[in-house]
T-cell receptor
Framework: DADVTQTPRNRITKTGKRIMLECSQT?????MYWYRQDPGLGLRLIYY???????NKGEISDGYSVSRQAQAKFSLSLESAIPNQTALYFC???????????FGAGTRLSVL | AQTVTQSQPEMSVQEAETVTLSCTYD???????LFWYKQPPSRQMILVIR??????QNATENRFSVNFQKAAKSFSLKISDSQLGDAAMYFC??????????FGTGTSLTVIP
């Protein structure tokens, strides 16, 4: 089983719909992240959390919200999806000792 | 603010040859971490190599090695004996003190048989 699991793998939704992307991890890491990847732009940070009570905005948080339900779970919500949120979304965790990020398999989201 | 720049959007290499991917970064910190990640068509992000800035020795992982030039803020990845499975998007990344990670825009590597 994957250490960092994202669900769903792919999702198509319509403009204005609320959608939640979920992430769970079995690595025991406190730090979790959400990124979006767009062609030519690399990975951009949406939100990150260093523990259950710590939530921080990243570079592109507008239009997104997150919830850290437990150490192992970090979900990303789009309250009212719009077409320019069509992208590949990654969840990641990191360990404080070696500062390595471990990624989920990604969620490809299309907003029509 | 920290930035990571990959100036080569696309690169190609003949199978069995050597290729070098470039990365520069901007920081005022002295102790930080640098990474290269590989993203094959499966879209999974895979760690290739990690460098600690306080270590002068360049990191090496099998056919992958880096040329870390701290004063020049340069961190290039050399792939030796290129294989078809090396074809992927490669991302350079920076991290300081366990805070945010900053990624470059990526270099798409094609391996020609």
């Amino acid at each position: 089983d994957a250490d960092v699991t994202q669900t769903p793998r792919n999702r198509i939704t319509k403009t204005g719909k609320r959608i939640m992307l979920e992430c769970s991890q079995t690595k025991g890491h406190d730090r979790m992240y959400w990124y979006r990847q767009d062609p030519g732009l690399g990975l951009r940070l949406i939100y990150y959390s260093f523990d259950v009570k710590d939530i921080n905005k990243g570079e592109i948080s507008d239009g997104y919200s997150v919830s850290r339900q437990a150490q192992a779970k970090f979900s990303l919500s789009l309250e009212s999806a719009i077409p320019n949120q069509t992208a590949l979304y990654f969840c990641a965790t990191s360990d404080w000792a070696r500062n390595i990020q471990y990624f989920g398999a990604g969620t490809r989201l299309s907003v029509l | 603010a920290q930035t990571v720049t990959q100036s080569q959007p696309e690169m190609s290499v003949q199978e069995a040859e050597t290729v070098t991917l470039s990365c520069t970064y901007d920081t005022s910190e002295s102790d930080y971490y640098l990474f290269w990640y590989k993203q094959p068509p499966s879209r999974q992000m895979i760690l290739v190599i990690r460098q600690e800035a306080y270590k002068q020795q360049n990191a090496t992982e099998n056919r992958f090695s880096v040329n870390f030039q701290k004063a020049a803020k340069s961190f290039s990845l050399k792939i030796s004996d290129s294989q078809l499975g090396d074809a992927a998007m490669y991302f350079c990344a920076y991290n300081w003190a366990g805070n945010q990670f900053y990624f470059g825009t990526g270099t798409s590597l094609t391996v020609i048989p």
